[in-house]
């Protein structure tokens, strides 16, 4: 199983069992980080880790990790989306939209991971 492919399951996993959350989370990080020393031109790496970093409220390292991608050609919606939701926490209104309007004309790579987000907590 590729990295990529158990980080989309300990995710997943943690979604549905909250007990797991802290213990997956913190896994998959670690897996992603070493990925992305390895390929840090790997933009489905960094999209991940991004969002995987957005689920952590880490926002302002997500948004490091997702800028990055961006400025790699990403063409994935979860690349972009993942942005707005880092830029909705760590930067303004309009520049999270944007990232967000983006992500709209886009498809999401199958490999990647989107970042939580409930628009009605905001």
Known sequence: ???????????????????????NYA???AMLRADSSRAPNDVLVLTCLGAVLCDQAKHKEA????????????????????LGVAL???ATH??????????KLLTAD????????DPQAQ
Request: with cysteine; charged share 20%.
């Open 1 to 23: 199983m590729s990295t990529l492919s158990t980080c989309r399951s300990l995710v997943k996993e943690a979604q549905l069992d909250p007990s797991k959350w802290q213990s």
């Open 27 to 29: 896994s998959a990080e």
């Open 63 to 82: 948004a490091e990790f997702l800028q990055r991608a961006r400025q790699l050609g990403s063409v994935d919606r979860n690349t972009h989306f993942n």
């Open 88 to 90: 909705l926490n760590t």
């Open 94 to 103: 309009s520049e999270a939209m944007v990232a967000f309007n983006r992500a």
């Open 110 to 117: 199958p490999q990647s991971i989107e970042a939580y987000f």
